[in-house]
C-alpha cells in the first residue's frame, strides 16, 4: 500500500510541477489560469488519493477528502472570477490566440454614456 500511495505522491507531485511550468512558461493569463487549475487540481488529487490511503483513521479520511473536495469547487470558479477579470480589463490575448466565427462583439463592453441613454 504505501508503494502505491508513493507512486500517486510522485505522480501528483509530477503535475504540481507542470502547473507551476505553466505558470511561468505562458504566455498570456487566460492560459495560465488554465494550467494553473487544471494541472494543479489533479496534482492535487492524486496526492490526496496517496494520503487517503495511508490514512490512520476515518476522521483523517474525511479531512482529506474535504481537502479536495474544497479544491475541486473553489479552483474552476477562482479560474473564472480570473478570466473574467482580465477579459473585462481588456488583458490582451496571445498573438496566435484565434477566435471562432461569430465571436464578434462578445468582448465588446458597452461604453458609460451607451448604458445611460
Do not use: N, Q
Not at 474525511?62 to 480570473?82: C, D, K, R, Y
Not at 473574467?84 to 471562432?100: L, M, N, W
Amino acid at each position: 500500500m504505501e508503494w502505491i500511495a508513493a507512486a500517486f505522491v510522485l505522480m501528483g507531485s509530477a503535475f504540481t510541477l507542470i502547473a507551476a511550468i505553466g505558470l511561468v512558461k505562458m504566455k498570456d493569463v487566460y492560459t495560465r489560469m488554465h494550467a494553473a487549475t487544471k494541472t494543479g487540481t489533479l496534482g492535487l488529487g492524486l496526492i490526496c488519493l496517496a494520503a487517503l490511503l495511508l490514512a490512520p483513521s476515518w476522521t483523517a479520511r474525511i479531512e482529506v477528502v474535504l481537502i479536495f473536495v474544497f479544491m475541486l469547487v473553489t479552483a474552476p470558479i477562482g479560474a473564472h472570477l480570473i478570466g473574467r477579470a482580465a477579459f473585462r480589463a481588456g488583458v490582451p490575448f496571445a498573438e496566435r490566440t484565434r477566435f471562432e466565427e461569430g465571436c464578434g462583439d462578445f468582448g465588446r463592453l458597452p461604453h458609460v454614456h451607451e448604458i445611460e441613454e
